[in-house]
């Protein structure tokens, strides 16, 4: 699903002796899997875990604020198969419905689909394949969380079709992202307090962040396919706006988690945050967007710490 899976900053009609695709030919998925099975893992990302993880993070970290402290794991089983699970089918349909763009990018012309690795229908059946797989993850969470789930879908599908119509395709990314910290909450207390939501618009706002500096390393591209992102709004000003993204993220994560009540050692991580986030905003220059690629890699940082954080406030023994 969408700048997770861009690694790097190619350009259409790029010198073809020059190998800008974004998938190693020599990884994991081409030495250990079965040849037949290996345009599946790449469709669904397989190979490129960041994605995975940024949607995983945030929602463990609301699971331990849900619980108070340590969440059960079968929760984090869960939780954890749901965000493989729906990240995949949301790179699935990124490629189906990106795949004529694709083929005139040189860093996407290799995937399954633009290669004629995989066809279209099976393409499809994959992603009808990897819903009903993730429907069995229903039974396994209550009612509230599997209406929130469903909900969740047609996000998750529509989201590669908004670059088309809008400047802010991020926020749509960013909601559906981070979905799973609402259904941490629904899931282990049968409601989502406000302060819970805080913390999930937070998630949304630092994603829309971190997600416009990875846009801008695609944003010739995307000018010459017809394609908008938050970093053609944001132009030239893209280091304050994306300031004002993690500045507003950060003070709804400190305000949400005062109002959880969470202890002093949650705000102290939380200060480290703030200070990363400010960090990747000092880096970053919108004349040099390739710079943005270590940038955005280092925001699973940022949800290593918003765990960190919420077992600090949790379960840290005070005094």
């Not at 259409?12 to 695709?21: K, N, T």
């Not at 974004?22 to 994991?28: A, E, L, Q, S």
């Not at 089983?77 to 749901?82: A, D, E, N, Q, V």
């Amino acid at each position: 699903m969408g700048a997770p899976d861009r690694p790097g900053a190619p350009r259409v009609g790029a010198d073809p002796a020059i190998d800008l695709s974004d998938m190693r030919h020599d990884d994991w998925v081409a030495r250990y899997l079965p040849t037949a099975w290996g345009p599946y893992a790449r469709l669904c990302r397989l190979d490129r875990p960041v994605g995975t993880w940024l949607t995983l993070l945030p929602a463990l970290a609301a699971l331990v604020q849900a619980a108070d402290g340590w969440p059960t794991l079968w929760r984090v089983l869960i939780f954890s198969l749901g965000a493989l699970l729906m990240r995949g089918v949301g790179c699935t349909f990124n490629d189906i419905f990106d795949r004529d763009f694709d083929r005139r990018v040189e860093r996407t012309r290799f995937r399954p689909l633009t290669s004629g690795q995989l066809t279209l229908r099976a393409a499809l059946w994959f992603a009808l394949a990897q819903i009903l797989v993730s429907a069995t993850l229903l039974l396994a969470i209550n009612s509230m969380s599997r209406w929130l789930a469903l909900a969740l879908v047609p996000l998750v599908i529509i989201y590669p079709l908004c670059k088309r119509y809008t400047y802010w395709p991020q926020v749509v990314l960013g909601i559906a992202f981070n979905w799973g910290m609402l259904m941490a909450w629904s899931d282990t207390r049968d409601a989502v307090p406000w302060a819970a939501v805080g913390m999930w618009v937070g998630a949304v706002l630092w994603q829309v962040g971190y997600d416009a500096i990875y846009a801008y390393i695609d944003i010739r591209d995307d000018r010459m396919l017809g394609l908008r992102s938050v970093a053609m709004r944001f132009g030239d000003r893209g280091r304050l706006w994306i300031g004002v993204m993690y500045a507003a993220a950060a003070a709804l994560w400190f305000a949400s988690g005062a109002s959880m009540g969470m202890d002093w050692p949650y705000h102290l991580v939380m200060a480290g945050i703030a200070a990363h986030l400010a960090w990747q905003i000092k880096g970053f220059d919108v004349g040099h967007p390739e710079r943005g690629l270590m940038l955005f890699r280092s925001n699973m940082h940022v949800g290593v710490l918003l765990i960190v954080a919420a077992l600090a406030g949790t379960v840290l023994p005070l005094g």
